[in-house]
């Protein structure tokens, strides 16, 4: 049989005896490959929504209607960074991940695929559209 296979078949069943027993899963390693890969998509796609999220709500600062407004929307744009930043420092960098090239090798596919968070100028045209 292949080594692989068996490792990870090994891992598998270790990583399904722990969840009988409500063990915690504290190293990646101890994840199957297929779930340590759906761990990895989640928190990238959470990551690059709240960077995405954040860049927009920079976006918008322009549209306020007076300073409290404008530093009320900073603070939201600051948070959603700080989301995308502790993601990164956090989950990605324990499962060996640097999420900050990506951003700039994939724009194009990221902005495609969160456009959903993408406020289209014709969209934010006056304060009101932003909120």
């Not at 080594?3 to 063990?23: G, I, S």
């Not at 990895?40 to 306020?64: H, P, Q």
């Not at 948070?79 to 090239?101: Q, Y």
């Amino acid at each position: 049989m292949n080594p692989f296979l068996e490792h990870e078949d090994r891992v598998e069943q270790e990583f399904f005896e722990k969840l009988e027993k409500k063990e915690l899963i504290s190293n990646p390693r101890q994840l199957p490959v297929l779930c340590r890969r759906l761990l990895e998509k989640t928190i990238l796609m959470n990551f690059f929504a709240e960077w995405w999220g954040g860049v927009n709500y920079f976006r918008c600062l322009s549209k306020a209607p007076n300073s409290h407004e404008l530093r009320y929307m900073e603070q939201i744009a600051r948070e959603e960074m700080g989301h995308a930043h502790i993601l990164a420092k956090g989950s990605l960098t324990v499962l060996g991940i640097d999420p900050f090239p990506l951003i700039a090798k994939t724009v194009k596919e990221q902005r495609q695929l969160l456009r959903v968070f993408t406020f289209p100028e014709i969209l934010t045209l006056t304060w009101s559209d932003v909120l």
